[in-house]
């Protein structure tokens, strides 16, 4: 069983800076992408920046020059957050595509940690 546990989430004034760690455990053969998605109160998940096992990042328009995904070794990713503002209020989730040596995909999400971002 996969795990993923996330550290960082907290209270931060607008204008100011966080950082998100995901850090992914178990029986994992390859990973195909780790993400970070969001869902602040009545809004819908979105995805705010993701990266490929090759390397490629993508980036929620609303964020893109503000945030950094990279990845820490093998299991670990980080999204560094700046100029944060309060519409970046959310939970934020990591989230893990993988391939087992089968050729099985399958998707895991984490428990999730709070950001907010006070004006």
């Known amino acids: 069983q996969v795990q993923l546990a996330e550290s960082g989430g907290g209270l931060v004034q607008a204008g100011g800076s966080l950082r998100l760690s995901c850090a992914a455990s178990?029986?994992?053969?390859?990973?195909?992408?780790m993400a970070w998605y969001r869902q602040a109160p009545g809004a819908q998940r979105e995805l705010v920046a993701s990266?490929?096992?090759?390397?490629?990042i993508e980036y929620a328009d609303s964020v893109k020059g503000r945030f950094a995904i990279a990845r820490d070794g093998t299991l670990i990713v980080h999204l560094q957050m700046n100029s944060l503002k309060p519409e970046d209020t959310a939970v934020y989730y990591c989230?893990?595509?993988?391939?087992?040596?089968?050729?099985?995909?399958?998707?895991?999400w984490g428990q999730g940690t709070q950001v907010t971002v006070s004006s």
């Open positions: 989230n893990l595509d993988v391939t087992n040596s089968r050729g099985l995909k399958a998707n895991y």
């Open positions: 178990g029986i994992i053969f390859r990973i195909d992408r």
């Open positions: 990266i490929t096992g090759g390397g490629k």
